[in-house]
């Protein structure tokens, strides 16, 4: 079936900006909250979702924040894209170069994310309204809400649309809202072989390590 939107994923995907938000978290829990997580408890609770989502997580788990946990977040991400910067993810921008109605629906917030947009310099790809954050939804992921708002404001049907993730809430949300999950595995996820399996355990078929072979398979449903 010929596909009509594509829908990218940033942080992870579009660039390597999700372990750089991570690590502001596990940094900040422990400093302010004396919570003290090692990577891998990081990445399995926390990657892939918003810092809406992240605090309902880790409000189920008994660790409490409040506004000015993720007030404090925020800043220290801010800091960390103007210090540090970080590059867009190889051969990228040959996928967005394509005649391929294309938008971005991430987890991040709408002023962080277009700090990122002008960071990554992309906005000519990128508009705003081909730009949507979990800030326009009532549920973040692993929900479908973003995936669904995003195809339909794109004058898509989500089962017209492929999304490209890298977190396991991602590719559950693509699932639920019925698009057609590809997932991006690269960076720090590349040999990591627990989160494979939780991928391929979600019915995954589609799975690519570089952006050529993403490319190269867009192609045959475009």
């Known amino acids: 079936m010929v596909k009509k939107l594509l829908i990218w994923d940033f ?3 579009v660039a390597d900006t999700e372990k750089l938000w991570l690590k502001n978290r596990q940094l900040l829990m422990k400093e302010a909250l004396g919570v003290d997580w090692d990577w891998e ?3 399995h609770h926390l990657r892939g979702t918003g ?13 409490k924040t409040d506004d000015a946990f993720w007030d404090k977040s925020i800043e220290m991400d801010m800091h960390t894209m103007d210090t540090q910067g970080f590059e867009l993810t190889p051969d990228i921008e040959d996928i ?3 005649p391929i109605k294309q938008c971005i629906a991430t987890g991040g917030v709408k002023d962080k994310t277009a700090h990122k947009i002008e960071i990554a310099g992309i906005a000519n790809y990128f508009p705003e309204n081909k730009i949507f ?12 809400d973003l995936f669904i708002l995003a195809a339909t404001s794109m ?3 989500p089962q017209d649309a492929v999304v490209v993730e890298d977190s396991i809430a991602g590719l559950t949300a693509a699932i639920k809202a019925g698009c057609l999950p590809v997932a991006f595995l690269a960076g720090d996820l590349e040999g990591d072989t627990k989160h494979l399996q939780k ?5 995954v078929k589609n799975i690519f390590h570089n952006m050529k072979d993403v490319k190269n398979f867009l192609l045959t449903l475009f």
């Open 199 to 203: 991928v391929k355990d979600l019915g």
């Open 51 to 63: 810092d809406k989502t992240k605090r309902d997580v880790l409000d189920k788990l008994g660790i």
């Open 41 to 43: 408890t990081v990445n």
């Open 133 to 144: 954050t979990v800030d326009m939804v009532k549920h973040g992921k692993p929900e479908p």
């Open 96 to 98: 967005f170069k394509l």
């Open 11 to 13: 942080d992870g995907v």
């Open 155 to 157: 004058g898509e049907k």
